[in-house]
């Protein structure tokens, strides 16, 4: 059993997601589970936090206890280890692409491109489009408004301008009657 501090290092650590398809706390209304990489019953540490990976139920779930036996077996990506582009690639349909063998064998072994997992990743690109989006019209209403600001203060002067001139050429009507 792990102390609370290492449970809660392991979550913090992970940004309370799952550290291989990405779903977060929130998302699935929760605390995930703790995986140990490498299994216990395989010699895996037990408390280790470099062996210790934070998933959601499912990807816990598919992955099991599963461990390499042999030479010819293939292992998982390890997401303390590796960064997730030097196997899988993420498409804009939300499915998940990959690029190593043991890339191929993670989506395949934890179901990464499962429906649900898909329907997340696009409802993640849409949210961070619309952020995008919204940062970009906030800019533009920012924008608009320091040009409306930088109007106001030019007809200020214009008005200043005109008054002046007015007042000069009030002055000069006059001398042209008086001379």
């Excluded at 998302?27 to 490498?38: K, M, N, P, R």
């Excluded at 598919?62 to 030097?86: A, F, G, I, V």
Aim: glycine share 4%; net charge neutral.
């Amino acid at each position: 059993m792990l102390s609370p501090e290492i449970r809660l290092h392991v979550r913090q650590r992970a940004h309370f997601a799952c550290e291989y398809c990405g779903v977060t706390e929130i998302d699935s209304a929760g605390e995930l589970t703790i995986d140990h990489y490498q299994p216990p019953r395989h010699g895996g540490s037990i408390d280790d936090l470099q062996n210790l990976i934070y998933c959601c139920s499912r990807c816990n779930q598919y992955k099991s206890d599963y461990w390499p036996l042999y030479p010819t077996d293939l292992s998982l990506w390890n997401p303390r280890n590796e960064q997730r582009d030097q196997h899988i690639l993420a498409l804009a349909d939300g499915t998940l692409y990959p690029i190593t063998a043991k890339g191929a064998f993670t989506i395949r072994r934890l179901r990464l491109n499962r429906p649900p997992l898909i329907a997340y990743r696009l409802n993640a690109i849409r949210h961070r489009e619309e952020t995008s989006l919204l940062e970009e019209l906030r800019l533009l209403i920012k924008l608009q408004e320091d040009a409306q600001q930088q109007h106001a203060s030019l007809l200020r002067e214009q008005q200043t301008l005109l008054e002046q001139q007015r007042a000069l050429l009030t002055i000069l009507l006059k001398l042209l009657r008086e001379s």
